[in-house]
């Protein structure tokens, strides 16, 4: 195939990851066509979270004042309630950036928003409803989709990935122990003014509480494998634990009446022990599912969607990416996805060893005296705000 200065690439996903990515090859004058499956975005995500690198990145690119007009919250704590008392983990008012908050916006409209930016950039093309079947190979090496030829393919199609499937890198699961029932009920102008990202700790289960401009999303704690007999029970036992312990949300609660009105959030953590293959790399969900704990999943993908471009920008432009490249990318963000998913899995170890011996899951004594010292607070915030070894931008 005759080579141009900037060979194409083809992501298929447009999720957070695929689409930065996408929008970051473009940018660079990469020849991109993005493949999404779905016909739009307008359905109903779990991950509205942006973070203060993320929003950072986006003021880089010259994007964050016209996205930040669209209506969205601002987080600025994350707290831990428990019968024996609430603790402030994280203070992002203390970060020293314009951006000292993460932005709860849905999911659908940073899309929305990402892919119109997108379609601006010459030589980039979205195509909507289109799902991927083959990987096109040559010699051993995948160099397209279908009829698209491209010098690298970029798998950005979620913690179900097809092209994961397709290029036979399976995903090891690392030990998720919990689901969660997924459901909205109604903002009140009476709700705390400090609610933002909250969890409420009970004996057996907990609640996840995330504002947004949607009204509130919860998630109700439930372990693994047992959606079918929380059904089963029916709504009453949520209804009854948020009464106890999120009082202020009993005067709605009583709107929560079916469980048709919840889905299922199967908490996942795994990683693909590969990220690529000669011509594919995964990125995201792809090559590792991160569990809703932190809210950091969008973080991770769009951090994954740096360093891939500062990698496959200098690559394309001299012909099909090599594996040494592609295998720089899993290296660079290898450690990061490893410290991020370690946390979460002894998160999940500890709640689910204390639902078996039917503790409460609270604070020890030393965390809570340690977390009153605002300098903890701020550190903890930095740290989820922009992840380990977070990437700079390069291109």
């Not at 428990?82 to 994280?90: D, E, F, K, R």
């Not at 659908?108 to 195509?127: H, K, N, S, Y």
């Not at 700790?201 to 372990?223: C, I």
């Not at 660079?332 to 899951?361: F, K, M, S, Y």
Request: one cysteine or more; aromatic letters at 6%.
């Amino acid at each position: 195939m005759a080579r141009t200065s900037s060979d194409p690439a083809v992501v298929v996903g447009a999720g957070p990851g695929g689409m930065m990515l996408a929008y970051l090859l473009g940018r660079a004058g990469v020849p991109v066509t993005l493949l999404e499956s779905h016909k739009d975005f307008d359905r109903d995500f779990r991950g509205d979270s942006l973070h203060p690198y993320t929003l950072e990145l986006l003021d880089r690119l010259g994007l964050a004042d016209k996205l930040l007009e669209l209506p969205h919250e601002r987080a600025r704590q994350f707290r831990l309630h428990t019968p024996t008392g609430s603790v402030t983990t994280a203070d992002y008012s203390r970060l020293p950036t314009r951006f000292n908050y993460v932005a709860l916006m849905p999911q659908a409209r940073f899309l929305d928003f990402m892919a119109d930016e997108f379609r601006a950039l010459p030589g980039c093309e979205l195509r909507t409803g289109s799902k991927v079947t083959e990987l096109r190979r040559e010699n051993g090496r995948i160099v397209g989709v279908q009829d698209i030829e491209a010098g690298v393919v970029i798998g950005a199609d979620g913690r179900y990935s097809r092209l994961r499937r397709l290029a036979d890198l399976p995903a090891e699961s690392l030990g998720a122990r919990t689901d969660l029932v997924w459901f909205r009920l109604p903002h009140k102008e009476s709700d705390p003014p400090d609610a933002d990202v909250d969890l409420f700790f009970g004996r057996d289960h907990y609640v996840g509480l995330l504002t947004g401009t949607q009204g509130w999303q919860l998630g109700y704690s439930v372990p693994k494998g047992g959606y079918a007999q929380a059904r089963a029970d029916g709504v009453e036992p949520i209804r009854a634990f948020l009464d106890e312990h999120v009082p202020w949300l009993a005067d709605r609660t009583h709107l929560l009446t079916d469980f048709a009105q919840t889905t299922l959030l199967s908490v996942d953590i795994s990683r693909v022990r590969q990220w690529w293959r000669p011509g594919l790399l995964l990125v995201g969900d792809a090559a590792h599912v991160i569990s809703p704990v932190g809210g950091n999943g969008i973080l991770m993908a769009i951090q994954d969607a740096v360093a891939a471009a500062n990698h496959l920008v200098p690559a394309l432009r001299n012909g099909p990416v090599r594996d040494e490249v592609l295998a720089a990318v899993q290296a660079e963000r290898e450690p990061a996805i490893r410290i991020v998913q370690n946390d979460q899995v002894r998160i999940e170890t500890r709640a689910a060893r204390a639902r078996e011996l039917g503790r409460p899951l609270v604070p020890a004594r030393l965390l809570r005296l340690i977390t009153a010292l605002p300098g903890v607070r701020k550190r903890a915030a930095r740290a989820n705000a922009y992840g380990p070894n977070a990437p700079v931008l390069g291109t």
